[in-house]
């Protein structure tokens, strides 16, 4: 197999264009409702599907409805779910959507059976064959922050393998814990308030790679140990810091739909250009394509249709 995604499995249910909640009983129509697979592990996989990677993805999900719905989708996108672990009496987690005209995306969550994913739920073996595993969602894992975990990670890479993490949350609480696995990955792809949370900086303007607070907070957790920091900023594109510097790839214009699942998209894209190759900075550029592929569509598996489309937006 090419990847394994471990962590956070969400159905997310979003409806466009959303203006206002209705008061009381009142109707409002809308032009599209969705259903998808998405979460840090789960939409990153759909999308590395869509890239064309071998996908096995691992967490937990409940055994209601939305678990059976879970399941479904991935095995439909390509995914093998086969080892999600169903946990009886749970719920599976989910998300209600209502994306603003602009593409904003407030959201209602319930966690599920995300909080409860431990090493016991993964398969050791399906890891050691991976060629990439992607973390996503350790802030809200919490039973993953293991030292048996990490050094299980430790010896994944000592064999080669690549190890990425994307986060969820924006807890100052949670981001600070998830902090114990930078030493353990190779790079860490948060967002701007996640990294400057991380860190433990305030929030600010600043993406440039002298004096910006965002440029601070990636040399800050680069210290921790990761081989990179990529940080996504949105329409302003992400920074990538690393051993030789920090650099800004610029986002690609296009036209914006929602932004749900532009981050997954990104890490998708970033860990299919690692394994065909790329170095960082070309790795940044494939993620930012897919981002930008996945943005134009409603949910975190739209956009993006195959690799060569996605890599067709850096021509």
């Known amino acids: 197999m090419t ?3 471990v962590g956070v499995h969400i159905v997310d249910i979003l409806a466009r264009p959303v203006e206002r909640i209705p008061e009381g009983q009142d109707t409002v129509l809308v032009d599209q409702i969705r259903l998808t697979a998405a979460g840090a592990a789960a939409g990153t996989a759909v999308d590395l ?19 059976d719905f879970l399941l479904a989708v991935l095995a439909k996108r390509g995914v093998d779910a086969s080892r999600l672990v169903r946990r009886p009496g749970e719920q599976t987690a989910a998300s209600i959507l209502p994306i603003r005209p602009d593409g904003g995306r407030p959201s209602f969550h319930v966690p599920g059976a995300n909080l409860g994913v431990t090493l016991a739920d993964l398969d050791v073996a399906a890891l050691r064959g991976a060629r990439a595993v992607h973390l996503g969602g350790m802030d809200v894992t919490f039973g993953l922050g293991d030292p048996r975990f990490f050094e299980l990670l430790d010896s994944l890479r000592a064999g080669g393998t690549v190890v990425t993490m994307d986060l969820l949350s924006e807890l100052p609480d949670l981001l600070g814990m998830a902090r114990v696995f930078l030493p353990h990955v190779d790079y860490v792809l948060p967002n701007e308030s996640q990294a400057l949370l991380m860190a433990g900086l305030e929030h600010g303007d600043g993406v440039e790679g002298d004096g910006g607070d965002v440029a601070e907070a990636a040399l800050e957790l680069l210290a921790d140990g990761p081989r990179g920091v990529i940080v996504t900023l ?3 594109g992400s920074l990538v810091a690393t051993a030789d510097g920090v650099e800004h790839v610029p986002a690609l214009k296009v036209e914006v739909s929602d932004t749900t699942g532009c981050g997954d998209a990104y890490c998708a894209g970033f860990v299919t250009g690692l394994l065909h190759g790329q170095d960082v900075l070309g790795a940044a550029r494939w993620g930012t394509a897919a981002a930008a592929r996945v943005a134009t569509g409603l949910g975190s598996d739209a956009g993006i249709t195959d690799l060569d489309s996605t890599l067709a937006l850096l021509s």
């Open 3 to 5: 990847v394994v995604t």
């Open 234 to 236: 949105g329409g302003d």
């Open 49 to 67: 599907v869509k890239l064309g990677n071998q996908v096995v993805t691992m967490g937990a999900v409940g055994d209601d409805e939305l678990g």
